[in-house]
């Protein structure tokens, strides 16, 4: 794997895989011994990985510590799905760190680092974005404006009927400048 930045941690650079709904399919909890068949597409790209020398983790809310239960029952069966469909147990934790590299999740949405850009696609549980919204999550914002485009504008609310073209010219022939003399 390329050499990353992984925030100063000095630990070995890993990728994360989702369990439900990534690795395994989904339709629903029914506790932490069911465990969905696998989704062969992220399955092949783990073990892939694997075999390429890169360190796996399983990624995954199932073995949180939640009622006094620390998370180890489910991270058993976790393991034992991983050794049957994967060939091999990854380490499986609920925790991101500074060594994840990447991860592959199916509620996970990627942004364009340092930028906000929201990267494929919006999320569809969220409110479909205004126009203005839209443009600023894909990098699309305009310019701001500068002292002429505001003065044209204001021309332009003015004199309702002006184009911008119009407006430009008022300026610039010295309209604008004999009318504020009058206003004074």
């Given at each position: 794997m390329a050499n990353r930045d992984t925030h100063g941690s000095g630990d070995e650079e890993w990728v994360g895989f989702d369990l439900d709904g990534t690795l395994a399919k989904y339709d629903g909890w029914k506790g932490v011994e069911h465990i969905g068949k696998p989704v062969p597409a992220m399955v092949v790209l783990?073990?892939?990985?694997?075999?390429?020398?890169?360190?796996i983790k399983i990624l995954t809310a199932r073995v949180a510590p939640?009622?006094?239960?620390d998370g180890s029952k489910a991270r058993k069966y976790v393991q034992d799905w991983c050794r049957e469909h994967l060939g091999f147990a990854p380490?499986?934790?609920?925790l991101k760190d500074a060594s994840m590299v990447a991860l592959f999740d199916d509620r996970a949405c990627a942004v364009e680092q340092n930028t906000g850009k929201v990267l494929g696609g919006w999320p569809d549980f969220l409110p479909e974005p205004s126009e203005k919204a839209k443009a600023a999550i894909e990098g699309r914002t305009k310019k701001p404006l500068t002292i002429h485009d505001r003065l044209v504008r204001c021309v332009m609310r003015r004199n309702p009927g002006f184009s911008e073209e119009d407006a430009e010219e008022y300026i610039s022939d010295g309209r604008l400048d004999a009318e504020l003399a009058k206003a004074r």
């Amino acid at each position: 794997m390329a050499n990353r930045d992984t925030h100063g941690s000095g630990d070995e650079e890993w990728v994360g895989f989702d369990l439900d709904g990534t690795l395994a399919k989904y339709d629903g909890w029914k506790g932490v011994e069911h465990i969905g068949k696998p989704v062969p597409a992220m399955v092949v790209l783990a073990y892939m990985l694997h075999r390429f020398g890169h360190k796996i983790k399983i990624l995954t809310a199932r073995v949180a510590p939640r009622d006094g239960d620390d998370g180890s029952k489910a991270r058993k069966y976790v393991q034992d799905w991983c050794r049957e469909h994967l060939g091999f147990a990854p380490e499986v934790t609920h925790l991101k760190d500074a060594s994840m590299v990447a991860l592959f999740d199916d509620r996970a949405c990627a942004v364009e680092q340092n930028t906000g850009k929201v990267l494929g696609g919006w999320p569809d549980f969220l409110p479909e974005p205004s126009e203005k919204a839209k443009a600023a999550i894909e990098g699309r914002t305009k310019k701001p404006l500068t002292i002429h485009d505001r003065l044209v504008r204001c021309v332009m609310r003015r004199n309702p009927g002006f184009s911008e073209e119009d407006a430009e010219e008022y300026i610039s022939d010295g309209r604008l400048d004999a009318e504020l003399a009058k206003a004074r």
